[in-house]
Structures are given as structure tokens and as C-alpha cells.
């Protein structure tokens, strides 16, 4: 397949497509789809609450674009499959993907529980697996390819205390891109993963205390001598850097850019 000329200096468009956003009624997916209405796109706000999807989608929608808020567990295999063939009656095939719901528990090994491991497990690798898959069977039946964006992290690189089944599911996370990059080349869909470092939604404020109490030191070192230690600049990502990484892996025309991870934590991990 030949590739599409990329002209580096022209606004990233998503004119015409139709994208679909897990987790995206708060933090980092929220920007992306704010993100990616800005650059045209129909988008589809995923989450697991019925109220908080609709709102988020109806606030972007006033800018004009069209959007749907769609009540999803990402862990359900029949919710994902019905969410899915409402998006295509409504508004089409998905052409671009954003596996971003995300859960985090953490605690040492030996006191975590079973029942913990697989509530997270099953957020990240279920969803990325069910969501990618339902993606990737209208890329394939549309003809029209796509882009499937996993919400990586620096721990799919790097591992930190307490997280043992978030940096499990992390590093799996590039397996499962690199595997439908390969599957999907033929049918020009393309996958990647972003690696984001520490970025201030809700996540990571709930993690802040926590990890003060399992650590035994104060908050503010939590953040300076744990969460941006290895940083460059001690600074924290912020979801724009995220959503913007996000729009360009969407918006990329051809398989020059696929099976990739890209990390953006400020120098935390790099490669
Ligand atoms: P967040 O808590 O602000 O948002 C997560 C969203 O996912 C919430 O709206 C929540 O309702 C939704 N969600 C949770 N379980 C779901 C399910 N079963 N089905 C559908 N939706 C569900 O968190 P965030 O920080 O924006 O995290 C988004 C993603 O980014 C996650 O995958 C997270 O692991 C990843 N990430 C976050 C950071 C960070 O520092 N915040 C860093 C690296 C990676």
C-alpha cells in the first residue's frame, strides 16, 4: 500500500470520521474527545455511567459536532458488541478507537486480592480486547481501515511498587497493539499504544493518599519523591499532551505509523 503524502505543517484533520472514546467522561479521555470534535470527527463518549457519558457528550456538542453518549462497561462482552452496532446505525462505522477506560487499586503483592487483580485485569486487557475487537470487525467490514489507540502507560515499560495487575495489564497492552497491527495491516487499520507519566484526573489524585498511607511518607512526597521523581523537570503530563499524541495517531494516514508505543511522561521512561 502506498503511502499517503503527510504534510507535516497542515492542522491534523478528522473530518469525516467517526471516533469512539472509552473512559471519556473524565480525565484523559474526556480531552481526547474534546481533542478530536475539535478536529472534526464525530465522537463517541463510552463510560460506564449513563448520566456522566451523556453529559460529557452533550457539553462537547454544543461546538457544533455531532456526539453520542453511550453507557458501556468495557469488561461486558454484550454491552461492548450492543454499544458498538448503535454507534454504526447512528452514525456509522467506527473508524478510529481510543481503548482508554482505567481502573487503579493499589497494594503489595501479598496482601492484594484475587478478586482485586481480576476487577483490574479485566478493565484494561477485557476491554482493550473487546472494544479493539468490536473496532476492528467494522474496520474490516466498512473497508474504510482505522486507527485502534490503546491507553498504554510508562508502567507498560517500567514497573513501580504496589501495582503488580495495572503494570501486568500495561505491558499487555503492547502485545495486543502490536498483534493487530500486524492482523490489521492488509485492511490499512493501524494500532498504537501512548504511554502517558503521572497526569493529575482522578486516577492519580485517589492514588495520592493511598500511596502516602501504604508508604509511610506525606502527600507532597508521594508526588515529588515517587510520582515525578525521574522526571526531567518535575512536572507532571497534562491530558492535553496526551490528547494531542492521540490525535496524531488518529489522524495518520498510512501503516508507516503502526505496532508503535510513544511515551510522553517528561522523560520518566525513556527509550
Ligand atoms: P479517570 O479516572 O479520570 O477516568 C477513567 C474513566 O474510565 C472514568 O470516567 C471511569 O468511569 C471509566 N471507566 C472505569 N471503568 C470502566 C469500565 N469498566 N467501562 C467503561 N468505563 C470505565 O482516569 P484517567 O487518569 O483519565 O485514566 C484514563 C486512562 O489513562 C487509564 O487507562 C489509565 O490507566 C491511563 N493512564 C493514566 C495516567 C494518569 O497518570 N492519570 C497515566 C498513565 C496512563
Known sequence: MSSPE???????????????????????????????????????????????????????????????GLAMDVTDEHAVDTGFGQVEKQLGPVDILVSNAGIQ??????????????????????????????AVRQMIASKRGG???????????????????????????????????????????????????????????KQIPEQARELGISEDEVIRNVMLKDTVDAQFTTVDDVAQVALTFAAWPSNALTGQSLVVSHGWFMQ
Open 6 to 68: 503527510v504534510h507535516a505543517s497542515a492542522r491534523l484533520s478528522l473530518a469525516g470520521k467517526v471516533a469512539l472514546v472509552t473512559g471519556a467522561a473524565s480525565g484523559i479521555g474526556k480531552r481526547v474527545a474534546e481533542v478530536f470534535a475539535d478536529a472534526g470527527a464525530s465522537v463517541v463518549i463510552a463510560d460506564l455511567q449513563p448520566a456522566s457519558a451523556q453529559a460529557t457528550a452533550a457539553a462537547i456538542a454544543k461546538t457544533g459536532v455531532t456526539t453520542l
Open 105 to 134: 487499586i493499589v497494594a503489595p503483592i501479598e496482601e492484594f486480592k484475587f478478586s482485586d487483580w481480576r476487577k483490574l485485569i479485566a478493565v484494561h486487557l477485557d476491554g482493550g480486547f473487546l472494544t479493539s475487537r468490536a
Open 147 to 205: 486507527s485502534i489507540i490503546f491507553m498504554g502507560s510508562v508502567h507498560s515499560k517500567e514497573a513501580s511498587k504496589l501495582k503488580s495487575p495495572y503494570v501486568a495489564a500495561k505491558h499487555g497492552l503492547e502485545g495486543l497493539a502490536k498483534v493487530i497491527a500486524k492482523e490489521g495491516a492488509a485492511h490499512n487499520i493501524r494500532s498504537n499504544v501512548i504511554c502517558p507519566g503521572f497526569v493529575r484526573t482522578p486516577l492519580v489524585e
